[in-house]
């Protein structure tokens, strides 16, 4: 039998392994990193100076392997099982290396095998399986939301909206004072001094009381979810007030968790929950990194996020894998927010133009160390320019190549819609990072984030009092 016949389509460009036995031995030290279930085993030798080495697959360790080798010349030969049959022969690669300490002639390696399998080549077969769950990616996950048979359908808020929005910037207010309002941050936000400061200056600036969330944003969903449980019985018993929640991106998740979990407890404490641009039903990006089987394991991907996340920014690893499709699905079937409650879900679609992606358009403040002529031992800020519009919008359009879906280059629009919300999907160019940052060229003539956040919330509580009413005239 031909051996190119073994050879996988995948890799037809790859030489026949009766020709190619100089080709492997070169590349030996690449399989050896690569393929971490082969394994190197001495081979013991009866002739003068030669030693051989063989690379055995874990799964037919044993099988007997036989090898020649010439200090001038290559030969290779395919031997068939004893009992004769005719599926295709299980491959097992060996190499020989001859060193002979008289000679300064170069040796070459032989690859022989004696196993007939139906398996085809292991060597190959593990790398096309990963190579396919790699191409696949997240296809599969990204909108599952939208196909479950078992969850309600979305109500579009958009024009609604856009007439609150206009209302705001002509100086129209709506927001009660009657309410607590707590914007709950999202991944990483420990570590943006500036993360919805402006929404609360804002709100503040109105004579609305309004909190942002001291959570440890780095921390797992449902960790989270007990601190905030426990922060808006904290400001519901010191204000009896009821508390209206806004959280973006991971903020949303983990407040969502919070209303899932703990809802006899807070159903009378809470006015109603909005979700900024979060990824409610997974994130294809976390899912493409984290996913297990990949062509990423070579490289150690996990580890290196590990690293980053446990011991640079010295948060918890689970933060990032509970926003994964896998950990959102098991989540969800567990916990499910309550049909009571008034939900608002808001997306957007990053711009990928050209002249975005070659700007550096995000604004955020670092904290320096004291220095002595500081005198008062006060930390100064200073302005740093971050490149994260250029960053969504890389993500952005690497989402749409690859799964042709739209996002604001880290939630996909589809997974940011929670079953049963209003959902608000504005047609105004916006990344994941706008929401909590400042601009460097804001558009005046549009409306800035905390006018977003304040229209969000206007409709929020329109959507309550729709409910409230919906669900009074059931109770008749």
Request: charged fraction near 25%; include cysteine.
């Amino acid at each position: 039998m031909r051996s190119d016949r073994l050879v996988p389509p995948l890799f037809s460009s790859v030489p026949a392994l009766n020709e190619a036995a100089s080709y492997l031995a070169e590349t030996t030290s690449l399989f050896t990193r690569c393929f971490s279930d082969y394994s190197v085993e001495p081979v013991p030798d009866d002739s003068g100076g030669r030693e051989m080495v063989s690379f055995v697959s874990c799964e037919t360790a044993g099988s007997s392997l036989t090898t020649n080798s010439s200090s001038h010349r290559s030969t290779s030969s395919f031997a068939n099982s004893s009992n004769g049959a005719r599926s295709a022969p299980l491959v097992h690669e060996e190499i020989a290396r001859t060193t002979v300490a008289a000679s300064s002639q170069t040796s070459t390696a032989l690859v022989n095998s004696s196993q007939v399998s139906q398996s085809g080549i292991p060597i190959f077969q593990g790398l096309i399986e990963r190579v396919k769950k790699t191409v696949r990616g997240s296809a599969d996950d990204i909108g599952w939301l939208q196909r479950a048979p078992d969850l309600p359908p979305v109500e579009d808020g958009t024009e609604r909206f856009i007439e609150i929005l206009d209302d705001i910037r002509h100086g129209l207010r709506f927001l009660p004072k009657s309410m607590v309002y707590l914007l709950v941050p999202g991944l990483f936000s420990n570590h943006g001094p500036l993360y919805f400061v402006s929404t609360k200056t804002r709100f503040s600036k109105m004579g609305l009381t309004c909190h942002i969330a001291k959570i440890h944003s780095e921390a797992s969903v449902e960790t989270n979810a007990k601190e905030l449980k426990d922060y808006i019985e904290e400001i519901y018993w010191g204000s009896r007030k009821r508390v209206l929640l806004l959280g973006h991106s991971k903020g949303g998740v983990d407040a969502a968790a919070a209303l899932s979990m703990y809802w006899p407890d807070l159903k009378d404490k809470v006015a109603g929950l909005a979700l900024a641009q979060s990824p409610y039903g997974g994130s294809p990006i976390a899912s493409d990194i984290l996913r297990e089987g990949q062509l990423g394991d070579y490289v150690n991907i996990r580890r290196l996020m590990e690293i980053l996340i446990c011991k640079v920014i010295k948060g918890d690893m689970q933060a990032l894998e509970d926003l994964t499709y896998d950990k959102r699905k098991e989540f969800l079937r567990k916990y499910h927010l309550p049909k009571e409650l008034p939900v608002v879900s808001f997306h957007t679609e990053a711009s990928i133009s050209p002249a975005v992606l070659a700007t550096l358009s995000r604004v955020a403040h670092a904290e320096l160390p004291t220095f002595t002529p500081l005198s008062a031992g006060e930390r100064a800020t200073l302005p740093v320019v971050m490149p994260l519009g250029a960053v969504m919008a890389a993500n952005a359009q690497l989402l749409q190549i690859r799964y042709g879906e739209k996002s604001d280059g880290l939630v996909t629009c589809r997974d940011a819609e929670v079953p049963g919300s209003v959902v608000v999907r504005p047609k105004r160019k916006l990344d994941h990072a706008w929401m909590v940052y400042s601009s460097l060229n804001d558009d005046p003539s549009e409306a800035d984030a905390s006018q977003v956040c304040e229209a969000l919330l206007t409709l929020l509580v329109e959507v309550g009092m729709k409910k409230r009413q919906e669900f009074a005239k059931k109770d008749e």
